[in-house]
C-alpha cells in the first residue's frame, strides 16, 4: 500500500495502523493488514453504546449477585412506636379520664384535622366498650414511661381489679380490625409515624404545620414540669401524704397515730422497702411523710397514692420539697427518726473515716 501518494491516508501512532479519512462522508477507515482490506472505525458514541450493550449481555458474577441479595434481603429496624394499649379497663371508664392519666407521661398527639386527642376506647359491634383502649404520644419516648408507672396498677384507687398497660405492636390491629371503621384504623395507622421515628409523609399544609408547632410547644412545657427536673427542689425519696387524719381523731384516741403510721407502712411496703414514716400530729391538713430506699419506689408510690382514698378521705401525694417542715410534737413516736438520724450521722462518720 503506497499510503504517501493519497493525503487522505495517515499512519496512526496510537493504533499502530494506518488511517484513511473519506472526503466526502467523513468516515475514518482503518486498514488490516491481515486481511488486507480497509474497515470503517466506529466513533466514540457508538463505541459507548456497544460496551453498555456488552455489559448487559455479560453474566453478573457471583459476587455482585450475593451483594444484591445480602442488600435485598437485609431487614429494616423498627420504627419506635409512640402508643401504648390499655386492657382491664372498667368499663365505664372515660375519654377524660383516660386523657388526664395518660397525659401525665408525656404529650397525648392531636389530629392534625381535627384537633382530638389520638385515644381509641374500643367498642364491640354493639357499641358497648370493651375494656380496652389506645393511647397514642406525639413522641415515643413518653412509651415506656407510661408502661412502667401504669402497668399493673389501679387507674381508680376504688377499681377492685388493676389495668394492664404495654408497647403498643401490630397484634392489636388484627385484634381490633374488623370492628373499626376507616377513621379507627387511620388513627391506629398513625402511631407508627408520630415523633421522629415516622415515615416520610406527604407535604404538610400551613394549618398542620401550626398544629404540629403546637405539639412541640406543648410538649416544651411538659418537659419543663418533669418530675425529674425538680429533684435539686425537692428529695427524691420522700413522699409527702396529705388528708391521712384528721386532728380530731388524734385527740380523740393515742392510739390513732401509731395504728395510722402502721397502716400507712404496710401500704407503702407494697411498693418497695421503707426506711422511715413520720405522722405530724400537730398539721390540720393530716401530714405523714415516708421515706423509701430507692427514688424509684418514691416516685411509684406518688402516683399510686394521689387521689387513693384512706379512712374517708381522698390523699394527695409528691414528693418533699426540700426546706418545707412540717409541725409535730415531741413524743415517744419520734423514736424511729432519731434513730434514723443517728444511723445517717454514723454513716457519715464512716464515710470520713475511710
Known sequence: ????????????????????????????????????????????????????????RRPESDENREKKKIKTEQPKAPKPTSAVYVSELPLDITFEELEQTFSKFGVIAEDLKT????????????????????????????????????????????????????????????????????????????????????????????????????LNNKLADWDDDDPDKDIPKRNPRVVVLKHVFALKELEEDVAAALEIK??????????????????????????????????????????????RYFGGRALEADLLEVGVKYAKSKSANDDEEEEEKRLDEFGKWLEKRQ
Open 1 to 56: 500500500m503506497e499510503a504517501e501518494s493519497d493525503p487522505r491516508i495517515a499512519f496512526s501512532q496510537i493504533t499502530g495502523k494506518w488511517i484513511f479519512e473519506d472526503d466526502e462522508t467523513g468516515l475514518e477507515y482503518e486498514y488490516d493488514e491481515e486481511l488486507g482490506q480497509w474497515n470503517p472505525v466506529p466513533d466514540k458514541e457508538e463505541m459507548e453504546q456497544q460496551q453498555r450493550a456488552y455489559e448487559k
Open 262 to 307: 402502721q397502716d400507712i407502712r404496710e401500704g407503702c411496703e407494697d411498693i418497695g422497702p421503707v426506711t422511715n414514716v413520720v405522722l405530724y400530729d400537730q398539721e390540720p391538713e393530716g401530714v405523714v411523710t415516708v421515706k423509701f430506699k430507692s427514688e424509684e419506689d418514691a416516685l411509684q408510690c406518688v402516683h399510686r397514692m394521689d387521689g
Open 115 to 214: 384537633g382530638e386527642k389520638k385515644i381509641r376506647l374500643y367498642k364491640d359491634e354493639d357499641g358497648r366498650p370493651k375494656g380496652d383502649a389506645l393511647v397514642i404520644y406525639f413522641k415515643p419516648e413518653s412509651v415506656p414511661l407510661a408502661v412502667e408507672l401504669m402497668d399493673d396498677t389501679k387507674i381508680r384507687p376504688t377499681d377492685e381489679k388493676n389495668i394492664r398497660v404495654q408497647k403498643a405492636d401490630y397484634s392489636y390491629k388484627k385484634n381490633h380490625h374488623h370492628n373499626n371503621n376507616n377513621n379507627h384504623e387511620s388513627l391506629e395507622n398513625s402511631a407508627d409515624k408520630e415523633g421522629s421515628g415516622g415515615e416520610k409523609r406527604k407535604q404538610l399544609t400551613a394549618t398542620e404545620k401550626r398544629k404540629i408547632q403546637k
